[in-house]
C-alpha cells in the first residue's frame, strides 16, 4: 500500500546538536510539506517543496532547512539554531488535489 | 492573510450526545475545506472535505457544510462513541496564487467521549 514513512518515531537531541527527520512517500506525489506540531497551537508549516530540487519556506522556516533530491525524499534538519525544537513534526504530500496523506509523526525531544 | 478559527475546547460529552464543533475562516477567493482527526501519538488523517459553497461533507457519521456567507464549516455528529475521542483540526486550502498547496490549519478542538 502506499503511503508517507516517516523515521524515527521519537528522536532525541542535545543542545547544540543537528537532527535529521526522514520522510519517504511512495505515492507519487509531486508536493510534500513540513510541518510542526505544538499543543494548543494546531500545526504551523515549516517547508514545502512542489517540485524536486525546489522548496519553499513556510511559516516558521528559521533553524530548518530542507532538501529535494528525490521526488520520494523530503527529510527536514532541525539545527542548533533552531532554539525551541521539542514538538511533533509531521510530514504531508499531496498530488495537487485536493487530498493529502499524512505520515505518522516524529516526536523531537530537547535533551 | 489565511486563518481558520475553532472552538475553544477541551469538549467533553457522553456517549450519543450531539456534537458541534465551530469552524470559521478567513481567506481569499474560493478555498477548499477539510476536517481531519488526530488519534493519540499520530498523524492527521482526512475526515471530511467540501470543495464549494454550499457542498456538505460527510464520512463516518460527521458532516459539515461549507457555508460561504458565514465563511463557517462547523462539524457536526448526532451520536458520539467513545472511539471519537480525539483532536480535531479544520483546515483550508487556497485555490491558487504563491500559496497554491499549503493547508492553513485552526489550533485544534480536543474531544473526549465518556460512557
Known amino acids: 500500500d502506499g503511503g508517507i514513512t516517516q523515521s524515527p518515531k521519537y528522536l532525541f537531541r542535545k543542545e547544540g546538536q543537528n537532527v535529521t527527520l526522514s520522510c519517504e512517500q511512495n505515492?507519487?506525489?509531486?508536493?510534500m510539506y513540513w510541518y510542526r506540531q505544538d499543543p494548543g497551537q494546531g500545526l504551523r508549516l515549516i517547508y514545502y517543496s512542489q517540485i524536486v530540487n525546489d522548496f519553499q519556506k513556510g511559516d516558521i522556516a528559521e533553524g530548518y532547512s530542507v532538501s529535494r533530491e528525490k521526488k520520494e525524499s523530503f527529510p527536514l534538519t532541525v539545527t542548533s539554531a533552531q532554539k525551541n525544537p521539542t514538538a511533533f513534526y509531521l510530514c504531508a504530500s499531496t498530488d495537487g488535489g485536493v487530498g493529502y496523506t499524512f505520515g505518522s509523526g516524529t516526536r523531537l525531544t530537547v535533551v | 492573510g489565511n486563518s481558520v478559527t475553532q472552538m475553544e475546547g477541551p469538549v467533553t460529552l457522553s456517549e450519543e450526545a450531539f456534537l458541534t464543533i465551530n469552524c470559521t475562516y478567513t481567506?481569499?477567493?474560493?478555498?477548499?475545506l477539510f476536517w481531519y482527526v488526530q488519534y493519540p501519538g499520530e498523524g492527521l488523517q482526512l475526515l471530511l472535505k467540501?470543495?464549494?459553497?454550499?457542498d456538505k461533507g460527510s464520512n463516518k457519521g460527521f458532516e459539515a457544510t461549507y457555508r460561504k456567507e458565514t465563511t463557517s464549516f462547523h462539524l457536526e455528529k448526532g451520536s458520539v462513541q467513545v472511539s471519537d475521542s480525539a483532536v480535531y483540526f479544520c483546515a483550508l486550502r487556497n485555490a491558487g496564487g504563491t500559496s497554491y498547496g499549503k493547508l492553513t490549519f485552526g489550533q485544534g478542538t480536543i474531544l473526549t467521549v465518556h460512557p
Open positions: 481567506a481569499t477567493g474560493y478555498p477548499s
Open positions: 467540501a470543495t464549494k459553497a454550499d
Open positions: 505515492l507519487n506525489h509531486d508536493a
